[in-house]
C-alpha cells in the first residue's frame, strides 16, 4: 500500500512538472501561432502636429481595440523605442479621453511593421484642416564603416517649402518635400552645427542644431516638425534621434 502511495505521488509531481513547463510555452503564443518574444517590432512613436492634442495608443485584441499602455504621446516629445507586437496589428491612434470625451479615431487603423525591425512613426498635418497623417519609416541600414555614422532628414513641417540641410556648412540633403524621407547618408564621426534652411534661400537658416554629436557605428533621424511663420509652440522647429542599432531588414 506504501510503495502504491509512493509511485501515485510520483506521477502526480512528475505531471505537475510537465505543466508548468508546458504552461509558459503556450500562453507565449499569440493569434496564428507566433510567439510575441519574436514577433516585436521597436516604434518611437513622435506626436509632430501642432493641433492635436495628447493621444494614445490602441492594439486590436480578438477583433476589438484595447488601451495599449498608459503613454499620452504629447507634442513634439518622442516617445523612445518600445516593443510592439506585430501579431496585434494595425493599430489605431485615439485622443487621450478627458472628462469622458467620446473616443474617436484620429487617424484609420496603422500597421505593416516587421518583427525585429525599427521605426520612426511620424504623426503630422493638421486635424483642422483634415490634413492629419502618419509617417511611419523603417530606422534600417547597413553598418556605416569604422569612425563613422549615418544621418539621414526627414521633413515633417506640414507647411515648410522644400528644405536643405547642412552639416557644418556642407550640403547634406537638397530640395526635400514634405513628408520627404532621404536616404542615409555615411559622415565621418564627430561634432556638426546642422542647419535647416529653404531651398529657395539656402543662405538664410530656419532652425540651426549645435554642437550635435554623430557616434562611431550610429544612425540618426534629423527631422523638421511645425509651422513656419509662426513664434509660439508650434513654431517651425529641428530635433535629432538616435535609431542607436544598424539594422539591415532582409
Request: charged fraction near 10%.
Amino acid at each position: 500500500m506504501t510503495k502504491n502511495n509512493r509511485s501515485y505521488i510520483s506521477v502526480c509531481l512528475c505531471l505537475f512538472i510537465i505543466g508548468v513547463m508546458v504552461l509558459p510555452m503556450l500562453s507565449s503564443c499569440g493569434k496564428s501561432g507566433v510567439s510575441v518574444s519574436t514577433a516585436n517590432a521597436q516604434i518611437n512613436l513622435i506626436n509632430v502636429s501642432p493641433d492635436v492634442r495628447p493621444f494614445n495608443l490602441y492594439s486590436r485584441i480578438n477583433n476589438t481595440y484595447i488601451l495599449f499602455g498608459t503613454t499620452n504621446y504629447t507634442y513634439p516629445t518622442p516617445s523612445g523605442y518600445f516593443l510592439l507586437n506585430t501579431v496585434d496589428s494595425p493599430y489605431l491612434l485615439r485622443p487621450t479621453v478627458i472628462n469622458n470625451v467620446d473616443i474617436t479615431n484620429l487617424l484609420p487603423p496603422q500597421g505593416g511593421f516587421k518583427p525585429n525591425v525599427r521605426y520612426t512613426w511620424l504623426v503630422t498635418g493638421l486635424r483642422s484642416d483634415s490634413s492629419l497623417t502618419s509617417l511611419i519609416v523603417a530606422d534600417t541600414g547597413s553598418a556605416p564603416a569604422i569612425g563613422r555614422g549615418k544621418v539621414r532628414f526627414i521633413n515633417a513641417s506640414t507647411n515648410a517649402p522644400l528644405l536643405n540641410m547642412t552639416l557644418n556648412d556642407t550640403t547634406a540633403f537638397s530640395r526635400i518635400g514634405y513628408k520627404g524621407v532621404t536616404k542615409y547618408l555615411e559622415v565621418t564621426a564627430g561634432n556638426y552645427n546642422i542647419n535647416v534652411s529653404a531651398s529657395s534661400a539656402p543662405g538664410v537658416a530656419l532652425k540651426t542644431l549645435t554642437n550635435v554629436t554623430i557616434l562611431d557605428g550610429s544612425l540618426y533621424t534629423i527631422y523638421a516638425y511645425g509651422l513656419t511663420g509662426r513664434a509660439d509652440t508650434a513654431a517651425f522647429n529641428t530635433n535629432v534621434i538616435l535609431n542607436t542599432i544598424p539594422l539591415k531588414y532582409n
